[in-house]
């Protein structure tokens, strides 16, 4: 038998005659090792799993036009291709136009979108009713929806004006067409609205005045709406002034008045070439609490159908699942080829950033604490076996071994227990991991081999570090203590 | 030269001397015991001789070496080349079997041989008991495997501590019949007991008190012979 092997025999039977002892301590340092590959593993795992987590909260790249040019869907998604397929959540091209709705003489900005691709880059929107599921339908934001009055499932008549920003006031060069209905619309009594239809000839006389005065009151305001009072705008021309072309309801001149207002309007606000207007139906609201709410969102289709132009963007937003850096480095390769700009939804990438560091400096904690309960536990346990063996240290010492060889044999009790807890506690810490990630974030992982050795590395140092104290005692012990017969 | 050589050694624990001025000469191959009541300074001598305590006063060679001067590495050395130490309470590693716990010292002297630990363990009678653990052997059986331990470095000197203490008169009998033919091979043996029949197999008694020797006697057997 070379000294190797007798060394070995030594510390294995040493361990083996002291079984509960190293038991206890064995297990301390398995569940040591447990926790601390367990934490590993979610700690490595934690920014893909929380990465799909965080796409929740909206796109974290954007894509604009470059150098000069215009952002087309062909070049957004020439641009997207350097992103691996599995990380790209969903690319929404935004495409932004700002719209009238003359009868109610409002303005907005309205959204093409492609709204199945918005129910992945915004899984937060919240539609009350459903997205449009054809070109004549849109979602319009509650805050729209608020002001102008319209209704889930309401007819929406948006109108597009090239160049024109608002409503020009006074009369259209250039005249009417025969025939052409014109909308507008007025306060009238306590705040209601009342709104007229007005078709008029070629020449600007009005043929027909269609009121819905359902705002002022049915008995009085509401006789606006008899042929006896629309009847005195026929042959009228545009525009007309009330007591002189046209006369008040006797009791109702508030409503009266404002009729006449809103049939002048309706003349004002249909007055730029070019114009077109498209009747949509309201298929949802939308309630996000941001900014989404004062938008009109609409098929990029029926945006083109309205507006013209088609394959143009305003915007792409992608959302991508990977972290900071990698989506910066997505970003310098899209932003080199030039002919589109990448930038990242810093709002986004930054808290993403700050919650896994934060995350990942809690697993750091307590895979610290974990330790140090360790080595205090593996320390005590080995601090009772040497007291209970001083006499066999005694014995050791007497034999003529010298103070490295006692260490050594320690050391080696110390390793072999950390080996056998550090190899067990890998395996029951990836079933920890697993546990966590099926029951936390609902999807499982998998085993990392080089958490085996790490977990068993870091077991060894830790018992060895637990060791260093008792070690010291043992050490220190005095071979005289045989020879004092007790 | 004589083998052990103490000169005027004294040992001091505070105010307490528990060796005072002691000089003693051992020669290679003498029997020697050392006698005294409890308090004597019968375990200061033998820790100094056993190389594991030094005198605070005085030169103590051992073959030439002056112990005195060493540290504590280089006495561990000496203890383990030179001293075979036999105890009263046997201190054997009880979960090493008879055979591995002779091979211990010879792992921490230079390397482990089976062969040889089993043939030490022949000489006191105990080869087919080899592969037993302590706790199957009995008192008489555990001091024989110590005696085997002591003697397979072939230490100049083999200390013994009240090696009888803890033996019936058959085993008493037997570890000295033990002891006798480690004599008669030449080996240096010095054994602190407080039996005087065991005393008397010794060539030479060192009775102590007070931390002085107070007598030297002639062993009976040396006496008589």
């Known amino acids: 038998m070379n000294r190797r092997r007798m060394f070995l025999r030594m510390v294995t039977a040493s361990l083996l005659r002291r079984r509960s002892r190293m038991l206890v301590a064995l297990l301390s340092i398995a569940i040591g090792a447990t926790i601390l590959s367990g934490l590993i593993t979610i700690y490595y795992d934690v920014p893909r799993q929380m990465g799909a987590q965080f796409r929740g909260y909206g796109a974290n790249m954007i894509l604009l036009p470059g150098d000069g040019g215009e952002l087309t869907i062909e070049a957004a998604q020439d641009a997207m291709s350097v992103i691996e397929r599995?990380?790209?959540?969903?690319?929404?091209?935004?495409?932004?136009?700002?719209?009238?709705m003359v009868s109610r003489q409002q303005s907005f900005m309205a959204a093409g979108v492609d709204f199945e691709q918005v129910r992945r880059t915004s899984p937060y929107f919240n539609v009350e009713g459903r997205y449009p599921e054809n070109d004549r339908e849109v979602?319009?934001?509650?805050?729209?929806?608020?002001?102008?009055?319209?209704?889930?499932?309401?007819?929406?008549?948006?109108?597009?004006?090239?160049?024109?920003?608002?409503?020009?006031?006074?009369?259209?060069?250039?005249?009417?067409?025969?025939?052409?209905?014109?909308?507008?619309?007025?306060?009238?009594?306590?705040?209601?609205?009342?709104?007229?239809?007005?078709?008029?000839?070629?020449?600007?006389f009005i043929e027909s005045v269609e009121v819905d005065a359902s705002s002022q009151t049915p008995e009085i305001g509401g006789a606006c709406e008899t042929e006896d009072f629309t009847s005195r705008f026929i042959g009228k021309k545009?525009?007309?002034?009330?007591?002189?072309?046209?006369?008040?309801?006797?009791?109702?001149?508030?409503?009266?008045?404002?009729?006449?207002?809103?049939?002048?309007?309706?003349?004002?606000?249909?007055?730029?070439?070019?114009?077109?207007?498209?009747?949509?139906?309201?298929?949802?609201?939308?309630?996000?609490?941001?900014?989404?709410?004062?938008?009109?969102?609409?098929?990029?289709?029926?945006?083109?159908?309205?507006?013209?132009?088609?394959?143009?963007?305003?915007?792409?937003?992608?959302?991508?699942?990977?972290?900071?850096?990698?989506?910066?480095?997505?970003?310098?390769?899209?932003?080199?080829?030039?002919?589109?700009?990448?930038?990242?939804?810093?709002?986004?990438?930054?808290?993403?950033t700050a919650v896994l560091s934060r995350l990942q400096a809690l697993v750091f904690l307590v895979t610290a604490v974990v330790l140090l309960l360790t080595t205090i536990c593996v320390s005590t346990t080995m601090m009772a076996v040497i007291s209970e063996s001083r006499k066999e240290i005694g014995l050791r010492k007497a034999l003529g071994a010298s103070d490295g060889g006692i260490r050594s044999e320690f050391i080696g009790e110390a390793l072999l227990l950390g080996i056998l807890g550090g190899a067990s506690g890998a395996l029951m810490g990836f079933a920890f991991a697993q546990l966590v990630s099926v029951n936390v974030f609902g999807s499982s992982i998998t085993f990392q081999p080089m958490l085996l050795p790490v977990a068993v590395l870091v077991s060894m140092a830790v018992t060895c570090v637990s060791c260093l104290l008792p070690i010291k005692r043992a050490v220190a012990i005095d071979p005289a203590l045989v020879l004092k017969g007790e | 030269m004589s083998l052990l050589e103490l000169r005027n050694i004294s040992k001091l624990y505070g105010d307490l001397k528990a060796l005072d001025d002691v000089s003693l000469s051992v020669e290679r191959g003498e029997w020697i015991a050392i006698m005294g009541p409890s308090g004597s300074g019968k375990s200061t001598l033998m820790n100094i001789i056993g190389c594991m305590d030094k005198p605070t006063m005085g030169e103590a060679l051992m073959d030439g070496v002056d112990i005195a001067k060493e540290n504590r590495k280089k006495l561990t050395e000496i203890r383990r080349d030179k001293i075979g130490l036999v105890f009263q309470q046997f201190h054997m590693i009880n979960y090493l079997t008879a055979v591995e716990n002779v091979m211990v010292a010879q792992y921490y002297h230079s390397m482990p041989?089976?062969?040889?630990?089993?043939?030490?363990?022949?000489?006191?009678?105990?080869?087919?008991?080899?592969?037993?653990?302590?706790?199957?052997?009995?008192?008489?059986?555990?001091?024989?495997?110590?005696?085997?331990?002591?003697?397979?470095?072939?230490?100049?000197?083999?200390?013994?501590?009240?090696?009888?203490?803890?033996?019936?008169?058959?085993?008493?009998k037997i570890a000295l019949d033990l002891f006798s033919q480690l004599h008669k091979e030449g080996t240096t043996l010095i054994v602190v007991t407080h039996d005087p029949e065991v005393a008397d197999v010794a060539q030479r008694i060192i009775v102590l008190d007070h931390g002085r020797i107070a007598r030297v006697a002639r062993g009976a057997s040396v006496a008589g012979a």
């Open chain 1, 86 to 100: 599995e990380q790209l959540i969903g690319a929404s091209p935004y495409r932004y136009v700002r719209l009238d």
């Open chain 1, 139 to 204: 979602l319009v934001g509650k805050f729209i929806a608020d002001t102008i009055g319209v209704r889930l499932n309401g007819v929406m008549e948006l109108t597009y004006q090239p160049a024109a920003e608002s409503p020009s006031e006074g009369l259209r060069e250039g005249g009417f067409a025969p025939g052409e209905v014109l909308s507008g619309g007025a306060e009238g009594w306590n705040g209601g609205r009342v709104y007229v239809s007005v078709k008029i000839d070629g020449d600007g």
């Open chain 1, 238 to 352: 545009l525009p007309v002034a009330l007591g002189v072309d046209v006369d008040a309801i006797t009791g109702a001149t508030v409503t009266s008045a404002a009729v006449v207002e809103a049939v002048n309007n309706a003349s004002a606000s249909a007055a730029v070439a070019g114009s077109k207007t498209i009747n949509y139906t309201v298929s949802g609201i939308l309630d996000t609490g941001g900014d989404e709410e004062g938008y009109v969102f609409l098929s990029l289709d029926g945006m083109a159908a309205l507006a013209g132009g088609s394959g143009s963007l305003d915007v792409m937003e992608l959302s991508v699942s990977a972290a900071q850096d990698e989506l910066e480095r997505y970003a310098s390769i899209i932003n080199e080829g030039g002919a589109v700009a990448a930038r990242l939804v810093k709002r986004v990438t930054r808290s993403e």
């Open chain 2, 113 to 172: 041989d089976e062969a040889e630990a089993l043939e030490a363990l022949e000489r006191v009678g105990l080869r087919e008991r080899a592969k037993h653990l302590p706790s199957q052997l009995s008192g008489g059986e555990q001091q024989r495997v110590c005696v085997a331990r002591a003697l397979i470095n072939h230490p100049e000197i083999i200390l013994a501590d009240e090696p009888t203490g803890n033996l019936d008169e058959a085993n008493e």
